[in-house]
């Protein structure tokens, strides 16, 4: 049986959203979640990369990216493309985490390779349920590679 590393420490998660009071409740719907994490939250696409780019100079790699879609600087494709595309850095799994249900959109950020496309919940108690629905796979369900 394989073991998840990740039962022994906090998850490093990098929320981008440049909508901050949208950050703040999806920050809230996190904590609620019970799941021990450590989550920095940039807020826009140049701070996203420059988060990510941490692991070069001693931070551990994130165990999670969730990606908003319209962000100033460069937006969610231009990041996803930016860590799909890096040798240290394209294991992440990125959630593209987005009020946009565009069919074009979703097309694009598959293309991508986004690991899945989640739309933002309006309504703050589907928000709690999508956040712990997010984090219980990611973090405790599936297995990734080291």
């Keep these: 049986m394989v073991t998840n590393h990740r039962h ?4 490093r998660i990098v929320l981008a959203e440049d909508d901050r009071a949208t950050a703040h409740l999806i920050e809230i719907a996190m904590k609620r979640t019970g799941i021990p994490h450590d989550l920095e939250t940039v ?10 780019e941490k692991t070069a100079v001693g931070y551990r790699t994130p165990d ?30 990125v959630v593209m985490f987005s009020n946009s249900g565009l069919a074009d959109d979703v097309t694009r950020a598959y293309e991508l390779r986004v690991n899945a496309y989640v739309q933002k919940d309006t309504d703050f108690a589907d928000l709690c349920h999508t956040a712990d629905t997010i984090l219980r796979f990611w973090l405790q369900t599936a297995i990734l590679p080291f």
Excluded: S
């Design 64 to 93: 999670l990216l969730l990606l908003d879609l319209h962000m100033p600087g460069k937006n969610g494709f231009e990041v996803l493309q930016y860590v799909k595309g890096h040798p240290r850095l394209q294991r992440i799994p």
């Design 43 to 52: 807020y826009d696409g140049h701070q996203a990369i420059a988060a990510l």
């Design 8 to 11: 022994t420490r906090p998850a």
